[in-house]
């Protein structure tokens, strides 16, 4: 069974959310407030975290940057500010799925086993590829540079693995959306400009002699690898 951790300080909210998520076969911790779901998230290293940006103590944006600090767990922002900038905030920060009040439990319910199911697909039979120093263990789901283990989110690690297995092919941003977030996701496009920024800056140490991803403009993205 899967754990889940729900930060949202509204009571009744909460608690709709809890019973849907226990009748899907969650197992589902609570907090109120900012400080009481980094408390939490360290006791009990969920599988999943459903965040509520305002919360009284520490808001919800203060809570996903300790989370990334420590981890690549799942996050699904949880709030009434539904405008698109608020989305990319949200997904630019490291979180994996944004979904806005007013809101149905069954969407949220099936968000988070989306998200999870994705997370899943992470481990391969295979052990591995490895492109020079940049190493991508299917085994052990990490991500190494010349030895040194690199922290990517869940849906960042989900991308880079799937150019990995099709390296030198270029994919438009609507193709990576459909594979990666999903034919559900309503968001903009522009996830996967954010997502590619993140995975650049992780991957900083990568050698550009062995490899790199290009933007091929008006086209899309592709993660080329250099042979010696």
């Known amino acids: 069974m899967k754990r889940v951790l729900l ?7 909460a608690r709709v959310l809890e019973v849907y998520l226990q009748k899907a076969g969650f197992i589902v911790s609570v907090a109120h407030d ?10 009990e290293e969920p599988d999943l975290v459903i965040l509520d940006v305002m919360m009284p103590e520490q808001n919800g944006w203060e809570v996903l940057q300790t989370i990334r600090q420590r981890s690549s767990c799942p996050v699904m922002m949880l709030t009434a500010l539904g405008d698109v900038e608020y989305r990319l905030q949200g997904l630019n920060h490291g979180a994996d799925d944004y979904v806005s009040k007013p809101f149905e ?7 988070a086993q989306a998200i999870l199911r994705r997370s ?8 591995g590829i ?9 085994t052990s789901d990490q991500v190494t540079v010349d030895g040194d ?3 990517l989110t869940p849906r960042d690690r989900s991308l880079l693995l799937f150019l990995a297995r099709h390296p030198n092919q270029t994919f438009s941003r609507m193709q990576l959306l459909d594979r990666i977030w999903g034919m559900d996701y309503e968001g903009s496009d522009r996830a996967v400009d954010l997502s590619i920024k993140r995975i650049r800056k992780s991957l ?18 592709q993660l080329r690898i250099y042979e010696k």
């Open 7 to 13: 930060a949202e300080d509204e009571v009744t909210i």
């Open 34 to 43: 900012g400080r009481e779901a980094i408390s939490k998230f360290g006791e």
């Open 105 to 111: 439990a069954e969407e949220v319910v099936a968000r």
């Open 120 to 127: 899943q697909k992470l481990l391969q039979n295979e052990d």
């Open 130 to 138: 490895q492109y020079g120093s940049l190493n991508i263990n299917f």
């Open 149 to 151: 283990s690199i922290a």
């Open 204 to 221: 900083c140490q990568w050698p550009s002699t062995e490899g790199e991803i290009l933007t091929r403009r008006g086209v899309g993205y």
